[in-house]
């Protein structure tokens, strides 16, 4: 089970990753847009916002419809780049309050070691040295300027991500104790 999964879980947020908001989109039978979402999974390519905010706020929508207590999210993976964040700024400005952004900061081998070792059993068509290349690439390029940028505003809680899942976890609890 992923941090982000673990946290929702032990406090009442609901959990709403974008890749797999996306990937959904791309299986759904009559979706005009799973061949575009195909295309950018596979070249680490960020998705056009159009997409992702529609399907995120529709989910956010739909959680809180089945249960209006349930109004805590944790996005996770966006906004990975200033198309997606003006976005989030156009369509849930005054929907929603971005209270802080985790960021789990992990070495780049790292991260691709261990998307080489899931690759192994996810089935993802991103998870090979060629695709984690690109991702890179468009991590260092286009999602880094806004952890920056949110950093400026004092909204940035980082996590050492290198360590083991239960370390990890530890250091998101004491995030989300102190103001979750
Ligand atoms: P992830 O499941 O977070 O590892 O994301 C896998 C892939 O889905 C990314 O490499 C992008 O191609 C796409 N994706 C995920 N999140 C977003 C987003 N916020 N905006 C656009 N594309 C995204």
């Known amino acids: 089970m992923s941090s982000g999964d673990r946290a929702a879980q032990n406090y009442s947020y609901t959990h709403l990753s974008a890749g797999d908001l996306l990937r959904a989109e791309r299986a759904r039978e009559g979706s005009e ?9 596979k070249q680490g390519r960020i998705v056009p916002v ?5 399907l995120l706020r529709k989910a956010m929508e739909e959680t809180m419809q089945k249960d209006d207590k349930k109004f805590r999210f944790l996005i996770d993976g966006f906004p990975r780049n200033e198309d997606n964040l003006t976005g989030w700024n156009t369509v849930m400005v005054d ?24 690759g192994k059993s996810s ?13 890179i690439q468009t991590y260092l390029q286009s999602t880094r300027p806004i952890i920056e ?11 050492d991500a290198s360590r083991s899942v239960d ?7 004491a995030v989300l104790d102190k103001e979750g």
């Open 149 to 159: 940028l949110y950093e400026k505003h004092g909204k940035v809680r980082t996590v």
């Open 123 to 135: 089935g993802r068509t991103d998870d090979n040295r060629e695709s984690l290349e690109k991702r």
């Open 33 to 41: 847009f799973g061949q575009l979402i195909d295309n950018y999974i």
């Open 167 to 173: 370390k990890v976890f530890a250091d998101v609890k």
């Open 95 to 118: 929907k929603a309050d971005v209270k802080f952004v985790l960021f789990f900061d992990c070495s780049n081998e790292v991260c691709i070691d261990r998307c080489l070792e899931r």
């Open 50 to 54: 159009a997409i992702t905010i529609n």
